[in-house]
């Protein structure tokens, strides 16, 4: 312990460690690392227990956790939380409008304000001379639950408020004036939630000590919130944004646009994606612009909330029941539903892997009708105890295959029957194996299971790939099932000859099938790479490769260690391009692919079209409007830029197309600009949209599956 006074010692540490506090959860831009934080933290516990008497109840270390509530006591709220009417469309929200209009006036000035309704619960927090006394659950609007105990652990919330001098840093020209003192007593109101990574980290964590998951983020923000042991509390990372208040007494606030840049400034987080407009159109623009986007925020939200500014018009327009006629709530359509499994069936991938897949009884997911669901892996289904038979949570958000959560326990009728991994491939009865510290069960089979030559022509042939239109899923699997193919290179053998007879094949298909055959030879080296489907390597590994070496051979000969000292080429793709090339019958592909006559060889450099992005980094994620990721990919490295697969705190931007999912969260989590493809263009000067060798107008191929994703890349999105 350091030398000196511990009563100014503890004084500094609480004022170091309230001021980190701060600036992580509401700046978000930390001052110091979690480690230093946790030993400042731990330097502080000490002193308090060595010295009981320097305790003092807003300090840091209340925050770890107090004893053990046995019950929660019931709290009043001294106004009643209110809920919030619901529309469904933008019709809903026009008549919302005209009601408000109706009532104040065809020419009463109007603002509003909106923001993203995140999907927490409720929580009212009580704060006399800038001391937090109390936080209660909303329960049923008029009684909650004293969880004050718990609300403590969570980082967000203020265990003492700042004076409001001190914020005040928005100068975004729309900060209202703000009371420069502390209240004297108020009460704020705002969401208690979990981010979907922390949520789904939560449920790994519980699934393998084989406890009971969550059914969803709020489930388990509700959950954790109501845990009688605040150390648990503590031990999971809820959030708080704040949203408005209840009673306030010492200062007059007259607006919510300046309630929340006041919130802010004693020092509460509030979203900063909340807007103030003043024209309606303004309004459903925004609620527009964030039902696209929606996938993009890190926590799940499932609508928008829209308020009359101006607190004298909302006390004019008074509540309905519970419902404010100044609010509504503008829904988003639900991405879970509960719904039967009827199966568990599993499929065979391209390298072997074995996926279980659910079976569902048709249900409505987004206007989407979802049939299939995936169940991950074994162990996601062992360690959730899901059963044929049961009813399910399933999921779809973003890019990611919907998927099951888990069983729905309270519906089991006990007639659910428990469900274990088959022993030998579906396809070829092949003994599946498992392979050392993975959770994948593979079939060994390689290169003569139907089931996985189906799939690696089908990737062969895919868009990111060899492009050949005319062949997919379906063709695949006739062509392998004739005995047509043995492997991707017997493509290259098929002739009319083949074809005539065949149902569905008139002599202008089979012209069209041959001549995409044909054109696919000339596609380029580090197509025909992605193509061969080695594990781990997709189109940017492929492309690194490509140029390199400058041929198949070159990459065929080359050891583990000329490969990880390649820019972007770490060892386990490295390793798996080796042992690739390893095994007898892939470089039997490779000499049937060169006497049918492809590019082995890289094509003489392109023409760089500038630096401009020498020195940047991209991920590229989600479906881009008018090209493919590839073509973004070339169109960055034509301008000197790096394209990389994952996104880390050196990737300078995130470009992002429609149904972008973890990658986007992850960029919004650390920061990192995220741009669209109208942003990437920008960028590199919108006219230089062919420089990269792209298509002015983009070419759709017909009848072609999207490209499969990379197999081990994407088994478990969590
Ligand atoms: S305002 C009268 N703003 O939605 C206005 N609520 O159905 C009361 N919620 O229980 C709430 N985000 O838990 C408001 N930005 C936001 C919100 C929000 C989530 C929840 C809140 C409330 C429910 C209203």
Redesign the pocket.
């Known amino acids: 312990m350091p030398e000196g006074d511990p009563a100014r010692r503890a004084a500094e540490l609480r004022e170091i460690l309230t001021e980190a506090n701060y600036r992580y959860h509401v700046l978000d831009d930390p001052s110091i690392s979690d480690a230093e934080y946790d030993s400042l933290m731990r330097e502080l516990q000490a002193l308090e227990a060595a010295h009981p008497e320097l305790q003092t109840p807003d300090s840091p270390t209340r925050r770890v956790g107090g004893p053990p509530a046995s019950q929660f006591a019931k709290v009043r709220h001294p106004l009643p ?4 009417g619901n529309a469904m469309d933008e019709a809903g929200l026009r008549e919302w409008q005209a009601r408000v209009l109706r009532l104040l006036g065809p020419d009463a000035p109007l603002a509003y304000v909106a ?8 929580v009212a927090l009580t704060y006399r001379d800038g001391q937090f006394v109390q936080g209660a659950t ?1 329960g049923d609007g008029e009684v909650g639950e004293d969880v004050t105990a718990n609300l403590r652990t969570v980082g967000g919330i203020p265990l003492r408020l700042r004076p409001p001098d001190g914020g005040g840093e928005e100068g975004d020209g729309t900060s209202p004036p703000l009371p420069a003192a502390l209240p004297t007593s108020i009460e704020v ?3 208690v939630y979990i981010r979907i990574a922390d949520f789904e980290a939560l449920n790994e964590r519980l699934a393998a000590a084989g406890e009971k998951i969550f059914a969803n983020a709020r489930n388990s923000a509700a959950g954790t919130l109501r845990q009688k042991d605040p150390a648990l509390t503590a031990a999971r990372p809820l959030r708080f ?1 704040a ?2 208040v209840g009673p306030v007494e010492g200062v007059e606030l007259t607006s919510q646009w300046q309630t929340l840049h006041y919130l802010r400034a004693l020092g509460f987080p509030v ?1 900063s994606d ?1 807007r103030r407009f003043e024209r309606f159109d303004e309004v459903l623009a925004y609620c527009r612009q964030w039902m696209a986007r929606r996938d993009q925020l890190p926590y799940e939200a499932d609508g928008i ?1 829209i ?1 009359v500014d101006s607190f004298a018009q909302q006390r004019e327009l008074g509540v309905v029941q519970r ?2 006629r ?2 509504i ?1 503008f829904k988003f359509p639900a991405r879970e539903a509960i719904t039967r499994l009827t199966r568990i069936v599993v499929n065979v991938g391209r390298t072997g892997v074995v996926t279980p897949n659910a079976e569902l009884e048709p249900v409505q997911i987004g206007g989407v009708t979802v049939r299939n669901a995936s169940l991950h892996n074994a162990d996601y289904i062992a360690q959730r105890d899901i059963r044929e038979g049961d009813y399910v949570t399933v999921k779809r958000a973003g890019d990611v295959i919907p998927y099951v959560v888990g069983p729905v326990l309270s519906r089991r009728t006990g007639t659910e029957r428990p469900w274990s991994f088959p022993a030998t491939c579906p396809a070829c009865g092949t003994p599946l194996e498992r392979v050392e510290g993975e959770a994948a069960w593979r079939c060994p089979n390689f290169g003569i299971c139907p089931a996985q030559l189906v799939r690696r022509v089908e990737h062969f042939v895919s868009r990111g790939a060899m492009d050949i239109v005319g062949i997919g899923e379906r063709q695949a699997e006739q062509f392998v099932t004739l005995g047509w193919i043995k492997d991707v290179a017997d493509l290259y053998s098929l002739s009319a000859a083949h074809f005539e007879g065949l149902e569905g094949y008139g002599p202008k298909r089979i012209a069209n099938l041959l001549q995409a055959i044909e054109e696919s030879k000339q596609r380029p080296l580090e197509r025909l790479i992605v193509g061969l489907g080695i594990r781990f390597v997709g189109s940017v590994a492929a492309a690194d490769l490509a140029r390199h070496f400058g041929s198949l051979d070159a990459i065929m000969a080359a050891s583990e260690a000329e490969l990880v000292a390649i820019d972007g080429i770490g060892p386990v793709v490295a390793a798996s391009v080796v042992q690739f090339f390893g095994r007898e019958e892939n470089r039997r592909v490779v000499e049937k692919l060169r006497a049918a006559g492809l590019r082995l060889t890289a094509g003489a450099p392109r023409q760089r079209a500038s630096d401009g992005l020498a020195g940047k980094t991209f991920v590229l994620t989600g479906t881009l409007p008018s090209m493919t990721r590839e073509q973004a990919a070339e169109l960055i490295q034509a301008h000197g830029g790096k394209v990389s697969e994952s996104v880390s705190k050196k990737t300078s931007y995130v470009v992002a197309g429609a149904s972008a999912g973890s990658k986007l969260a992850r960029a919004q989590q650390l920061g990192v600009p995220v741009l669209d493809e109208e942003g990437l263009l920008a960028l590199v000067g919108a006219d230089d949209r062919r420089a990269g060798g792209l298509p002015a107008t983009p070419t759709e191929p017909e009848g072609q599956p999207p490209a499969p994703a990379a197999e081990g890349q994407l088994t478990m999105d969590l």
């Open positions: 939380m209110l809920s919030l923001e993203p309704k995140i999907d927490g619960l409720a909303r109101r705002g969401e944004f949203y408005g979203n909340a909330v308020k419902d404010p100044w609010a709530a």
